[in-house]
């Protein structure tokens, strides 16, 4: 029995001003990535340069593995915009993946040459985890159930 994992790539920003539809949409991907959980699909996310605006507010930040390409801009605002919030002067690096890797917010920084070999690895690690736990609560109701019959 193979269990499927779903594997997205988010490349560009959906704007905040495309429509009050994108809005919405950001509540239903959500849901949708929490039906995953629900069903211990992994969600794995690769982020392009630039990862930006809804795209980040949403589902792109909700992966189980979080996976970038090396110097992509990954945020929700423009640097200026927080910039002139938080009245401070922001670092060089800031919204790089480099950066946010370093804050905690992202797992892995790939080329994107290495990504294929890089995903296949890792799916292959989480299908033999998923494997084992499977045939662990195998064993539990096998067990369990010999234990009603005596």
Request: with cysteine; net charge neutral; charged share 20%.
């Amino acid at each position: 029995n193979k269990i499927p994992y779903v594997f997205f790539s988010c490349s560009g920003g959906q704007r905040m001003m495309e429509s009050s539809i994108a809005l919405m949409q950001m509540s239903r991907t959500a849901l949708a990535v929490n039906e995953l959980k629900k069903k211990n699909i992994p969600f794995v996310v690769v982020l392009t340069n630039p990862t930006t605006g809804g795209v980040t507010a949403s589902w792109a930040m909700l992966g189980d593995i979080l996976i970038s390409e090396p110097k992509s801009v990954i945020g929700f605002a423009g640097r200026r915009v927080i910039q002139d919030t938080v009245r401070e002067t922001l670092p060089d690096d800031f919204q790089t993946a480099e950066y946010v890797k370093e804050h905690g917010g992202l797992d892995l920084i790939i080329e994107r040459q290495y990504l294929n070999s890089t995903i296949g690895t890792l799916l292959s690690v989480l299908l033999k985890k998923a494997e084992a736990q499977a045939k662990q609560e195998s064993n539990v109701t096998v067990d369990q159930s010999l234990q009603t019959a005596s």
